[in-house]
């Protein structure tokens, strides 16, 4: 027994974690006369889902490249502001770095809902509202307590010697994080890409709330407004298979680049 219930719990967690997946897979893959069936195979295979998905009347090749280009332009971002403040927490000495680094964090506690009302006040005045700007923007402020603090505990693991032998080399301050910490801190600035660029990926409602245009709205909104033949019954195998691939990417990216993940979480764990 003592074998045999760690395999068993394990196996156990994956199906809890994989069976929505699995369901979802499979209600994209029925014929649409079929979607509230509740065998665990379709029988038969159908792709009218996936089809429908990618009827021009839905706009959804747009919805992704909306969603590629937020995602991608809010990672860029918050890589950019968040390595070089992170390593200002982590690396220089000043006073309060300790209480600006709880109150990054505390900011991340706050749920996003309670953002929108003053945020859509705020982008109507500026006339922000139906832009790019006005969904990175908030994600860029809901990512980048994630990226600081996972940073900053990467960069507090590197050897201040290797700063120090750099410097008495020649090289400046900057020339010393340029050449030799940013290389070295690759893997945890890349498991901090691969963490923001699925969080902004997934972001729903800042994206519904300031987009109401359906040329600017992301994959996460279409979705939720898929309309069936009539415009008022539930396409529930279109926004299955819907789900399927704006899913899909994200699972093949976390499986190539695991390797990097791993090592990006656990560096500096070991001494």
Known sequence: ???VLPYAGVAGVLVFCLAPFYWMVV???RRPSDQFESDLWPSPWSTENLEAVFAPSNGFVRSLANSVLVAGATTALTLLIGVFTAYTLARLDFRGKNAVLGIIIATSMFPG?????PLLKLFIDIEWINTYQAMIVPSLGFA???AVWNLTVFFRQLPFELEQAAMIDGCSRGQAFRKIIVPLAAPGVFTTAILVFIMAWNEFIIAF????EKEMQTATVAIAKFTGIS???QPFGTQ????VVVTVPLVVMVLVFQRRIVAGLTAGGVK
């Open 113 to 117: 809902i309670s953002q929108v009302v």
């Open 1 to 3: 027994m003592r074998r």
């Open 27 to 29: 209600s994209a893959f």
């Open 240 to 243: 299955m298979a819907a789900g």
């Open 231 to 233: 415009g008022f019954d």
């Open 209 to 212: 709330s300031m987009v109401n």
């Open 144 to 146: 980048l307590p994630l």
